[in-house]
């Protein structure tokens, strides 16, 4: 639950998700939920040339286990946060 946590503090803000399909998408994450599926607005295809059939969407539903990655500006994680989090996670589990 710690990265599903950590997601739900980043709805709003601008994040790149690329596919295991290598498509890579731009847009502001609008949900998440336990799964990790997520929900993007303002959605750009960032090789529009590759895929012009993608140059229409707006809006899309992303399910969890087609992402490889998701991107994050440095600016909106807080590491310390996160370092602690994982430690209270951990002393919980042993």
Known sequence: MLFYSFFKTLVGKEIAVELKNDVAL?????SVDQYL???LTDVQV???ERYP???AIKNCFIR???V???????ADVDTE????ACRKESAQGK
């Open 37 to 39: 599926n997520v929900k």
């Open 64 to 66: 969890g286990s087609v």
């Open 81 to 84: 946060l996160l370092q602690d």
């Open 26 to 30: 731009t847009g502001t994450l609008h």
């Open 53 to 55: 059939q993608l140059g």
């Open 46 to 48: 960032v090789d529009a």
């Open 68 to 74: 490889r990655y998701i991107q994050i500006p440095s």
